[in-house]
C-alpha cells in the first residue's frame, strides 16, 4: 500500500489497496484502518463502485447507520444524494436541490443524531461536468492552532446540535416536523479525542448551535468563529470527483462540504456510514448526564 498525501496537512490518496481488497482481506483492512486514524480522509481511484462493495468496505470499519426518515430510500444503508427523481433531474425548488444546498454548509455527518458517525464512505455515480466538488478541512490541524487557553476552555465545553438548526439555514420547511420529532436536540463536547493516537479534534458543525452555561448569542458568535478559522482557504482540499472514485472521511477529525454545480444536470452519488463506537471514543464526546 502507497499513501499520496493531497495537501493541507490530512488527508492521502491509496494506492495499490482498494476498497473490495479492504472487505475479503483482513491485513488490507488493517493497513486502510491505520491509514484513516492517520489522515482522516482517504482517496481511491478508480474502484469497482456498486452499492454491495460499498457496504462490504464499509462495514469493516463498525456498524452501520441506517438513513433518517424522509432520505431517499429512507431506512437502508445507502443515502443516494441524487437531483434525479423518476428518472428526470428535479426543478430548481424541489427538495432534493434543497438538500444539496444544505449538504454546501460545513458539516460533519450525524452529530444531529443520537450516536454520531464515525466515517462516511461517498462514491460518484453519475458526475456533472464541471462543479460539485466535495471540500474537506482538518479540525485536528484547526484544533491544534487554537490558542492554548482557548483549548483549555473548550476541553470540557459542551455544544447542542440539531439538524433543524442546519436545515433552517437554508429553507423553514427543509425539516419536516417527522425529522424534528425524530431528531431532538443532542449535545456533545466540543472536542473529540481519538483513542487511537490520543489526538484531539475541534467538534463543530453547521448543526451546532449553542454552548452550556453560555449566552446563546455570545455561543453562536464563538461557533461561527471556530468554524470560520477551522475553514479557511489554505486548510482546505477540494475533491475534484472523477468516475471511479471512493473516498471515505473521519468525521471526528475532518469537515466537509458540497459545492454547487449546474443543478439543471444530474449528479448523483452513494453514502454509506459508520457509526462511532466506545472504541472510536465516544463515551469522552458524550457530555456528562446532569440530573
Ligand atoms: C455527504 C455530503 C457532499 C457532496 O455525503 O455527507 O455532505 O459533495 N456530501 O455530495
Ligand atoms: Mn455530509
Redesign the pocket.
Known amino acids: 500500500m502507497e499513501l499520496v498525501p493531497l495537501g493541507p496537512g490530512f488527508g492521502a490518496e491509496v494506492r495499490g489497496v482498494g476498497i473490495l481488497d479492504v472487505a475479503t482481506d483482513t491485513d488490507a483492512y488493517k493497513a486502510v484502518r491505520g491509514a484513516f486514524e492517520e489522515h482522516s480522509l482517504l482517496v481511491f481511484r478508480d474502484q469497482p463502485v456498486a452499492d454491495d462493495i460499498q457496504v462490504a468496505y464499509s462495514r469493516a470499519f463498525g456498524p452501520l447507520e441506517l438513513t433518517k426518515v424522509s432520505s431517499v430510500g429512507q431506512n437502508t444503508f445507502y443515502?443516494r444524494?441524487t437531483n434525479m427523481v423518476d428518472g428526470k433531474v428535479v426543478a430548481p425548488d424541489h427538495r432534493q436541490i434543497l438538500v444539496?444546498k444544505a449538504?454546501?454548509l460545513w458539516?460533519t455527518?450525524s452529530s444531529f443524531k443520537k450516536t454520531p458517525a464515525l466515517a462516511?464512505v461517498?462514491t460518484a455515480r453519475v458526475l456533472p461536468a464541471d462543479g460539485?466538488?466535495?471540500e474537506f478541512t482538518s479540525t485536528r490541524r484547526a484544533w491544534e492552532r487554537l490558542p492554548v487557553d482557548l483549548q483549555s476552555r473548550l476541553k470540557d465545553a459542551v455544544a447542542t446540535h440539531s439538524y433543524a438548526n442546519s436545515r433552517d439555514q437554508i429553507h423553514p420547511d427543509l425539516a419536516t416536523d417527522l425529522e424534528r420529532k425524530a431528531l431532538p436536540p443532542v449535545r456533545w463536547r466540543l472536542n473529540w479525542r481519538n483513542p487511537a493516537n490520543d489526538r484531539r479534534a475541534l467538534y463543530v458543525a453547521s448543526h451546532a448551535y449553542a454552548i452550556d452555561g453560555m449566552d446563546d448569542r455570545d455561543a453562536r458568535q464563538l461557533l461561527a468563529q471556530l468554524l470560520d478559522e477551522a475553514t479557511r482557504r489554505e486548510f482546505v482540499y477540494s475533491h475534484k470527483w472523477r468516475q471511479g472514485d471512493a473516498v471515505m472521511w473521519d468525521n471526528r477529525a475532518v469537515l466537509?462540504?458540497?459545492?454547487p454545480w449546474d443543478y439543471a444536470r444530474e449528479?448523483t452519488?452513494v453514502?454509506t456510514?459508520i457509526s462511532a463506537t466506545t472504541a472510536d471514543g465516544l463515551d469522552e464526546v458524550r457530555p456528562p448526564v446532569v440530573h
Open positions: 443515502s444524494l444539496a449538504n454546501a458539516h455527518d462516511s461517498l460539485g466538488e466535495t466537509h462540504r458540497g459545492r449528479r452519488m453514502r456510514t
